[in-house]
């Protein structure tokens, strides 16, 4: 009596899990037909939409356009900022509006170092240096790792998904408000 007991409720759930299962590769599988054969499979093709996301972030940035940096992410994008909480889109576009308000010249240089390409996703890593010259202030270089998840969109496009990155060398000061 008792095996019947806890036998019925765990064949429930096994069956209920593969229920899930299945709905979540079916769901899956709906999504990426969208996208069909837009998906990029090889490394030389998923390089070159890398380097296009690099060089418009950087483009950004070195133009102090913040809403030109949020317009790469995805909608449902975050960013993780050291010692800070993740960030979305709007939150993402305030904290770089909150940088280049200080003025001055910013500049970025990124060095990825490698990625991983799967269907409709690419993960790539790297290091950067920014060099920050504000007004009245000395210029200086903050150095650091990024890691960055892409996705292609149903509509075939590209866009950060997650985005981290942290310092090795912080900006002046780096710390001190906490």
Same mark, same amino acid.
């Given at each position: ?5 806890? !036998?019925?409720?765990? /064949? ?5 899990? +593969? *229920?899930? #299962?299945? %709905?979540? =590769? $079916? ?55 050291? !010692?800070?909480?993740? /960030? ?5 576009? +305030? *904290?770089? #509006?909150? %940088?280049? =308000? $200080? ?76």
């Amino acid at each position: 009596m008792i095996r019947g007991r806890i !036998l019925w409720p765990l /064949l429930a759930l096994v069956v209920l899990l +593969a *229920a899930c #299962a299945t %709905q979540d =590769a $079916a769901d899956y599988a709906e999504e990426t037909a969208e996208v069909g054969a837009a998906l990029i499979l090889d490394a030389e093709a998923a390089a070159a939409v890398i380097d296009g996301i690099e060089q418009a972030f950087i483009t950004a940035y070195d133009a102090e356009d913040a809403a030109g940096i949020a317009a790469l992410f995805a909608a449902d994008g975050t960013q993780a900022q050291p !010692l800070g909480a993740s /960030l979305d889109v709007a939150g993402i576009e +305030a *904290a770089y #509006a909150e %940088q280049f =308000a $200080a003025g001055g010249d910013y500049s970025l240089e990124v060095m990825r170092e490698d990625m991983v390409v799967a269907d409709g996703w690419i993960v790539s890593w790297g290091g950067y240096v920014a060099t920050v010259a504000a007004e009245g202030a000395e210029p200086f270089e903050v150095t650091g790792r990024y890691g960055s998840v892409n996705r292609q969109e149903a509509d075939g496009t590209w866009k950060i998904y997650r985005h981290i990155f942290n310092y090795i060398v912080p900006p002046p000061g780096f710390g001190q408000e906490m």
